[in-house]
């Protein structure tokens, strides 16, 4: 009989908010803990180490300078936290970041990429947010960088962020499906056309629902891709979750992020999670925390009944056309780049 090792999930804190406009996300990563993050995941069959906080450079709480608000802090933070990142993953470990601002996310993907990239994986990115997150300096109205993670992995940053994984750009706009978008700048949303990422905005979600829609952005996948979750917690509706510092109206409800959450889990496949953007500053009493590590402990496994895990529900005819369509458009896709 053979014993299946037990994986190992590693906490990872950032305490910054330096990519952001509003003060407080700082405060993210004790909130989470409070709120039991480590229990929830080993309740699922992980062993869970606490890495404890990485450290940077305070928030200088300066203006924009050529077009972005504290470029060498967010460049200090996201280095060290893709270095945390990728020891963990060197090691065979899930890493959680537990954020801070979602700038953050660029140190965590590089990681991710560098490592698929060095071991012949591919990767597949779920970008959980209101935002889409792929601002440029000449594009952005604040010069936030927590509005322009993903077009700096794409390519599309200061150098340093750019090549922060030693490749660049870190990934390609095609191993993205954004979630929940309901908040783009204009300048923002041509920009995401003429890259072609794939957006299921809350209009998607409104129209096919949530369970084609999740279908839709996990098709394809393989026993060799690494799945990344970056999940921005003002991707929930605020009305359940009004603890993070940009709130959008009209998001996934309670049960549609828990749908989510588990069609994720039944791939399998998840291999590392961002979880950016709580401040608990804004928060009333930790609530936002506490339905955050609800909603990560459904990712790695929580569910009334006991479910086919994705590799079986794939079998279904329905699920064969839709993975289909997916594959088709994914191919076209990559024919027409050079």
Not at 251 to 280: F, H, K, W
Request: aromatic share 4%; net charge negative; glycine share 10%.
């Amino acid at each position: 009989m053979t014993v299946r090792p037990v994986r190992t999930a590693a906490l990872i804190g950032a305490p910054t908010d330096v990519g952001a406009a509003d003060r407080g996300s700082s405060m993210g990563p004790e909130a989470l803990r409070v709120a039991g993050l480590g229990d929830a995941i080993a309740r699922h069959g992980l062993k869970v180490i606490d890495r404890g906080n990485v450290g940077g450079p305070p928030n200088p709480a300066q203006p924009p300078v050529g077009g972005y608000r504290h470029r060498a802090e967010v460049f200090e933070w996201n280095r060290n936290v893709h270095d945390a990142v990728y020891r963990d993953l060197e090691q065979g470990n899930l890493p959680v970041l537990l954020g801070g601002d979602h700038s953050l996310g660029i140190g965590t993907i590089s990681a991710v990429a560098r490592h698929c990239r060095e071991n012949g994986k591919d990767l597949r990115i779920l970008w959980l947010d209101a935002h889409a997150d792929f601002n440029t300096s000449e594009l952005s109205p604040s010069g936030n960088l927590h509005g322009m993670p993903l077009a700096c992995l794409c390519g599309f940053g200061p150098r340093e962020l750019v090549e922060l994984g030693g490749a660049a750009p870190a990934i390609s706009p095609r191993w993205i499906r954004q979630i929940g978008i309901r908040s783009v700048d204009s300048g923002e949303k041509r920009f995401v056309h003429e890259q072609g990422l794939e957006v299921f905005d809350m209009r998607s979600v409104d129209e096919m629902g949530v369970r084609q829609v999740m279908d839709l952005a996990l098709a394809d996948m393989h026993a060799n891709t690494h799945l990344h979750v970056s999940f921005d917690v003002d991707f929930l509706d605020p009305e359940i979750a009004p603890g993070v510092g940009t709130t959008v109206p009209g998001g996934p409800s309670y049960r549609e992020a828990q749908l989510c959450m588990e069609m994720i889990a039944d791939t399998g496949a998840l291999a590392s999670l961002d979880i950016v953007e709580l401040n608990p500053a804004l928060d009333v009493r930790n609530k936002t925390a506490a339905l955050a590590v609800d909603l990560i402990e459904s990712l790695f496994g929580k569910s009334t009944l006991i479910r086919r895990r994705f590799s079986e529900q794939a079998r279904h005819p329905l699920r064969q056309k839709i993975n289909k369509r997916a594959y088709g458009r994914e191919q076209a896709a990559a024919g027409g780049k050079h």
